[in-house]
Nanobody, 126 residues
Framework: QVQLVESGGGLVQAGGSLRLSCAASGRTFSTYVMGWFRQAPGKEREFVAAIRWSGSTYYANSVKGRFTISRDNAKNTVYLQVNNLKPEDTARYYC????????????????????WGQGTQVTVSS
């Protein structure tokens, strides 16, 4: 079992920044690929970014150049730095963990992630 707890969300004006954190506990952190997803009201959950133990990163096209995912393996924590926020970034952001064997082609599939946090709300005002 892995427990995930997100924090760092909030209300920010367009163009602003936030740093989201996801603290993991339970099974060995290094055995998981960590991902961030988001879900806006009335919309499906969508992939944002993912990172492997090695540091390899993957991003949705909509956030490339604005969001940065990182992980501190010593602290069992993954981060999502979100810059130049837009109103369309408003959503609940979820941290998730998937087996490290998950290939690049499948990292965007939320159904393949085994563990999820409760999410943290990000609201961007125009």
């Amino acid at each position: 079992q892995v427990q995930l707890v997100e924090s760092g969300g909030g209300l920010v004006q367009a163009g602003g920044s936030l740093r989201l954190s996801c603290a993991a506990s339970g099974r060995t952190f290094s055995t998981y690929v960590m991902g961030w997803f988001r879900q806006a009201p009335g919309k499906e959950r969508e992939f944002v970014a993912a990172i492997r133990w090695s540091g390899s990163t993957y991003y949705a096209n909509s956030v490339k150049g604005r969001f940065t995912i990182s992980r501190d393996n010593a602290k069992n924590t993954v981060y999502l730095q979100v810059n130049n926020l837009k109103p369309e970034d408003t959503a609940r952001y979820y941290c998730a963990a998937a087996p490290t064997s998950l290939g690049p082609a499948h990292l965007m599939s939320s159904t393949l992630y085994d563990y999820w946090g409760q999410g943290t709300q990000v609201t961007v005002s125009s």
